[in-house]
């Protein structure tokens, strides 16, 4: 009988343990509903972006050089985009304000007017979209490197100078 005794007050004081932990314990559980998604530079993510592979042939010629792909169903509003590499010769002619649904957008670059350099220019460009928001979700950090070829001549393109009369 003893036995059982001792039993029965085990069993109480762990069904009084287990009621009052409730009390002394959480009621709610909360979180932050964050989605983090890492993607590459291809075209297939929620904003792809995409190189061309286009080149700039010279003074006065523009090139699209990076194509962004809005692959979600609501509209990017201007998305922060950065273009660094492209040194003097060249500069950002257009880049797009905003992206509607499955609607894609253009970069495009151009020769700086008046500077220019030798044929065959090869820079690095590295194209970062630091953040695109829509209604439905934010994009941010979508880095892309590629290398553009370009020809940029001071004065409007052309050869060489040299074969006029001297000054």
Do not use: W
């Amino acid at each position: 009988m003893l036995r059982l005794s001792r039993l029965a007050i085990a069993f109480l004081v762990i069904g009084a343990v287990l009621l009052a932990g409730p009390i002394y314990g959480f009621t709610t559980v909360s979180s932050e509903r964050g989605v983090d998604v890492s993607t590459g530079g291809d075209s297939s993510a929620y904003l792809g972006v995409e190189p061309t592979g286009e080149e700039i042939e010279g003074n006065g010629d523009a090139a699209t050089v990076v194509y962004l792909h809005n692959n979600v169903g609501t509209e990017f509003t201007n998305p922060d985009i950065v273009v660094d590499g492209l040194g003097n010769d060249l500069e950002v002619e257009s880049s797009p304000d905003t992206l509607g649904p499955e609607e894609s957008g253009e970069i495009v670059v151009e020769c700086v007017d008046g500077i220019g350099g030798h044929d065959g220019n090869t820079v690095q460009v590295d194209v970062f979209v630091e953040e695109a928001e829509s209604e439905a979700m934010t994009v941010s950090n979508i880095a892309l490197e590629f290398d553009l070829e370009y020809n940029c001549h001071p004065g409007g393109g052309g050869g060489p100078g040299g074969g006029g009369p001297p000054g």
